[in-house]
């Protein structure tokens, strides 16, 4: 007797409860519930077990930029399956590495020429601080190994990454971690300290400044490098202000301090920009990458690395030792030049840069809600703050928090057909970051079912 398309989805379900452990989740919230399974994607749309649709308003989690279901990027990844399906980058390379890597540094801004893989984020923001570590312990500044990053930042889940990380939530559990983490303020305007409140030039340079008053307090010998997203994530994408990164760039070369961006998130068009230091207008000496390299359709990360931190380990006897096993793999490359092929031949640059304007405006309808206190963001990368009390900016406590973002708006949400990221590290916000193939007509379908469960969030307060 042949299973029903519903036997199928509950075999699923009973499968996933008792064998899948999810990431960064209350695993009991499933005890009475379905697991969400999605089983297929296209273009801006996901569907689950049982046909839904949903709008991927967050590119799955800041990934998807070429959308779902792309035929030619899954092709790329058999036909280099067949040829070569793995080898390592330890003393050796193969063809799809060496492309991508001069393909990467001819997109990349300034004399940012090597490119050193890693399979995630994580690993790529680890292999930064350590290769800033290694390098001033060669050139003979061992005692620089502190890294300053901003409050309430994300920079991933290793233990190095963790250090650099600015959400305690999520790092208590695994203390102690490396020493020489240090945070200094985002760039959150809207919540300014009042003294700079009015004026976004001033908070830009006061938040600047407090980078450099960092870096005396502890030592400038000390200090190895700067850690910083173009736009800031957690919290709810904060932009910088008009001058931040060129007054951040000045302070780092006057103490000798390395400016790692950290554009996990930003890079390969989430900003209109391959990177977010272009947008910005910022020369960083490290880029770490993942995410948007491959739109998803592999797993990949990796930094981009000045020509001056080469230079140490490019004679002699020097090495860097660190390595990845899985780390510049030929199936993950062939997909990341495939992926840029679309971006070139689609001109998605062009179009996040001229459909920006549309997604901001439209997000900026929702300010008529007394539940949203701001909407902030650039590109396709957007946070929309919740608050109480909309004329003092009064916030949830906790467990208002806790009721409103858990208990109501990450379900209902979900079951209205977005999917986006209601988060409250920090104060709650709910976060966009859609394909870079998305138009009028999405945004359009984001803020219709945003207004209507904002709506209700708030007759429940």
Known sequence: MSSTPDDKTAQLQESAKRNMWLHFTRMGSYADADMPVIVR??????????????LDGLAGLFVSQIGHGRTEVAEAAAVQGGELAYFPLWSYAHPRAIELAERLADLAPGDLNRVFFTTSGSEAVESAWKLAKQYFKNIGQPSRYKVISRDI???????????????????????????????????????????????????????????????????????????????????????????????????????????????????????????????????????????????GY?????????????????????????????????????????????????DLLGNVRANEGGFRATLEKLNDLPIVGDVRGDGYFYGIELVKDKATRETFDDDESERLLRGFLSHALFDAGLICRADDRGDPVIQLSPPLTCTQEHFDEMEQILRSVLTQAWTRI
């Open 153 to 295: 930042a994300y920079h991933g889940t290793s233990m190095g990454a963790l250090a650099i990380t600015g959400l305690a939530g999520i790092k208590e559990p695994f203390e102690p971690l490396p020493p020489g983490g240090v945070r200094v303020p985002n760039t959150n305007f809207y919540r300014a300290p009042e003294f700079v409140a009015d004026d976004l030039i001033a908070f830009g340079k006061w938040a600047a400044d407090e980078i450099e008053r960092a870096i005396l307090r502890e030592g400038p010998t000390s200090v190895a490098a700067v850690f910083l997203e173009p736009l800031q994530n957690s919290g709810g994408c904060f932009p910088p202000p008009p001058g931040y990164f060129e007054r951040v760039r000045e302070i780092c070369d006057r103490y000798g301090v390395l400016l790692v961006s950290d554009e996990v998130i930003c890079a390969f068009g989430r900003l209109g920009y391959y990177f977010g230091s272009q947008r910005y207008g910022y020369q960083p000496d490290i880029i770490t990458f993942a995410k948007g390299v491959t739109s």
């Open 298 to 346: 592999a797993p990949m990360g990796g930094m981009i690395v000045a020509d001056h931190l080469m230079e140490p380990f490019s004679s002699g006897h020097a090495s860097f030792l660190h390595g990845v096993t899985f780390a510049g793999h030929p199936v993950s490359c062939a997909v990341a030049l495939a992926n840029l092929d679309v971006f070139e031949k689609e």
């Open 41 to 54: 994607g296209s273009g801006q749309y996901v569907y689950d077990t049982r046909g839904k649709r949903y």
